[in-house]
């Protein structure tokens, strides 16, 4: 077995003992940093493969990665066996001596000279990264949809806020708009109750016959007069809300037309604003695609799926997916199965758009809406889903 180790002076691969067997090393620090940027975004480079091309000619079958990602590749690249090494102690043991080592090798003059080279590749490493992540559109898709749920949750506020202030002097008007939006608009219009005839309702945009009816509430209202100075100040609360309401609207359509550049695979499956708060709650498009499904199945239910485990209750069987309408309005009994055939595809989508694949969305959508109606066929009751765990138990699968 040898264990291959990615450093900022070179690419290392030890026998069991530690023993530095192959190595890649240039003396630029500009390909030290991009050789490693290029390894974790997933790339088996040039320099990576020759060496693995070596140790198999040298009779090494196993290979020990630090990264599981790049051991995952590795091995479904080339066929080889993998394995993640985490800390070992071959590891730790080559990283504590690594200048000494280097040297050893004739690749620096001395230690300070080594030391001097790996913080050269280390703040290139660091100011690539800070660009790389700045420039990643992703990332302004995730301040958007943040943004938004915020406004969502301001929004609802203060419109709770003008209903309760403005039921002062016109209670019944609460039961009869229900859209916070129209609420505050008449009021912002038309003012105190008095202004809400028929023809001015009409002229605000409300049908005849909800017109009629508010017309008629406001002339039998029980609430107190209003006031000029409160109702003055209160329709200025409800024009700033209104505002309010079209920014987000604004964000709303940059973020649609954001996501369809971003992720177009991701919102062909979930749509614009639910694909960008999968990838909020990820950090990151790349760190989305980079999860397996089951992960993605339960982002955003964390809370719950650490109680679980520190509880010993049933695991959460869906996070923010559960956003999605046909996993939403499904059966209890199937919502499990639908949120695992969701994750699936969410997953290769996420894939497909993070490391440049083609546009594939489609495809998978028909695909998941053609696996959610054969759920819904096998499974016509929760006694057939709870037959086939029994049988999955008795198999011991």
Known sequence: KSTILITTVGIYALDSKGRIVDFRFKPDPEWAAQTILNIQRGQVTDELNQILTSLKEKGYKRFAFE???????????????????????????????????TVKL?????????????????????????????????????????????????????????REWYGLHFPE?????????????????????????????????????????????????????????????????????????????????YLKSLMAGVAPNITSILGPLLSARLISIAGSLERLAKMPASTVQVLGAEKALFRSLRTGTKPPKHGVIFQY????????????????????KVSIASRMDAFGGEFIGEILREDLERKIMDIKKKYRSPQTVKDEDEKLRDSGA
């Open 67 to 101: 990264d599981s990602g790049l051991a995952e590749e590795v091995g479904l690249r080339f066929g080889l066996k993998t394995e993640t090494s985490g800390a070992s102690k071959v590891a730790s043991r080559f990283k504590e001596d690594l200048c000494e080592s």
């Open 106 to 162: 004739g690749l620096f003059r001395d230690i300070e000279a080594c030391r001097e080279y790996a913080h050269n590749v280390a703040v290139l490493l660091a100011e690539r990264t800070v660009t790389r992540e700045t420039q990643k559109r992703d990332l302004h898709a995730i301040q958007i949809i943040r943004t938004i749920d915020d406004l969502d949750k301001t929004l609802n506020l203060l419109s709770g806020r003008v």
């Open 173 to 253: 008007l609460d039961r009869l708009l229900d859209k916070h939006e129209t609420y505050l608009r008449l009021i912002a219009d038309l003012g105190s109750r008095e202004n809400m005839t028929v023809e001015n309702l009409k002229s605000a945009g409300i049908p005849a016959g909800e017109a009629e009816v508010i017309a008629g509430k406001a002339r039998a209202s029980m609430g107190s007069p209003a006031n000029p100075q409160d109702m003055a100040l209160l329709q200025e609360l409800c024009r700033e809300t209104l505002e309010l309401y079209r920014c987000r609207r604004r964000m709303e359509d």
């Open 325 to 344: 309408q046909p996993l939403h309005s499904a059966p209890k009994w199937l919502r499990g199965k639908i949120a695992r055939a969701l994750s699936s």
